[in-house]
């Protein structure tokens, strides 16, 4: 069995993952014009709570778990979902089409196990809006899951959503 690496080893990957992915404008096979930097930054906040383990209020607390990675078809599907959010003025885990998160999700072409999405609006960046994720019992636990492996994240017009995943 492999040794667990140290919690100072983890953040300081989540940090070099960010800062790589931000540099280079994002990973993998997504969809042409999402911008994967405001993804990433949300990657970043999330992997750290993460590694810190966290109580999320009436849904208990969770130990330290694994980093997640950033996937681009999730990136896609959320950036899909928070445009389709502004345009409409609302705020709701229901697109405009009547769909759900893992029918989004599904669409890009990742067959999720299991699902998770957290969406807020009205927050002026990454930090406010993950401070109010990480204040918020369910969204908390959704974050600190540890049945994910995978992330996508987004924001438009102060409208945010992120989705957790495992593939099939």
Do not use: K
């Amino acid at each position: 069995m492999r040794p667990r690496p140290s919690f100072l080893h983890r953040l300081w990957t989540v940090a070099v993952l960010a800062l790589a992915l931000t540099a280079c404008g994002g990973v993998g096979t997504g969809s042409p014009g999402v911008d994967t930097r405001v993804a990433s930054e949300l990657l970043a906040l999330v992997n750290i709570a993460r590694a810190e383990g966290r109580t999320c209020g009436a849904r208990g607390t969770f130990a330290p778990t694994h980093p997640l990675a950033l996937d681009a078809r999730l990136v896609a599907a959320v950036d899909a979902h928070a445009r389709d959010l502004a345009e409409r003025g609302v705020l709701s885990h229901t697109g405009g089409d009547g769909s759900d998160p893992g029918e989004r999700i599904a669409r890009t072409g990742y067959v999720p196990a299991t699902w998770g999405e957290n969406a807020a609006a009205g927050y002026p960046d990454v930090e406010s809006v993950m401070a109010g994720w990480l204040g918020s019992d369910g969204h908390c636990a959704n974050l600190m899951n540890p049945a994910f492996e995978d992330f996508g994240g987004a924001a438009a017009e102060r409208m945010w959503v992120q989705v957790f995943a495992r593939p099939r």
